[in-house]
Nanobody, 126 residues
Framework: QVQLVESGGGLVQAGGSLRLSCAASERTFSTYTMGWFRQAPGKEREFVAAASWPWSTVTTSYASSVKGRFSISRDNAKNTVYLQMNSLKPEDTAVYYC?????????????????WGQGTQVTVSS
């Protein structure tokens, strides 16, 4: 059972930046596809970003609403995946969740992920 723990959320002004971290409990996470999702109040959880690292390459996917502003990366030595969020907007306010998929293939649908973190709150003020 892989455990994921997010951190790095908080309150930031519009135009600011935050970096979310997702620490995994297993080294084998390096073979997983990692994703970030978010859920705003009153809305369904939605895809934000995902990355897969097959054969020393990287494949990424981003929601159109965050493309060019958010970036997903990984530090294998720390068993940690990051979501760098720049140029934040009030509409980015949500609880952000980290997810892991055992299959090394990008997925943007939440039911294709096997493990989930508890979420971290990001609030962007205008």
């Amino acid at each position: 059972q892989v455990q994921l723990v997010e951190s790095g959320g908080g309150l930031v002004q519009a135009g600011g930046s935050l970096r979310l971290s997702c620490a995994a409990s297993e080294r084998t996470f390096s073979t997983y596809t990692m994703g970030w999702f978010r859920q705003a109040p009153g809305k369904e959880r939605e895809f934000v970003a995902a990355a897969s690292w097959p054969w020393s390459t990287v494949t990424t996917s981003y929601a159109s609403s965050v493309k060019g502003r958010f970036s997903i990366s990984r530090d294998n030595a720390k068993n940690t995946v990051y979501l760098q969020m720049n140029s934040l907007k009030p509409e980015d306010t949500a609880v952000y969740y980290c997810a892991a998929r055992r299959i090394m293939s990008i997925a943007t649908t939440q039911n294709l992920y096997d493990y989930w973190g508890q979420g971290t709150q990001v609030t962007v003020s205008s």
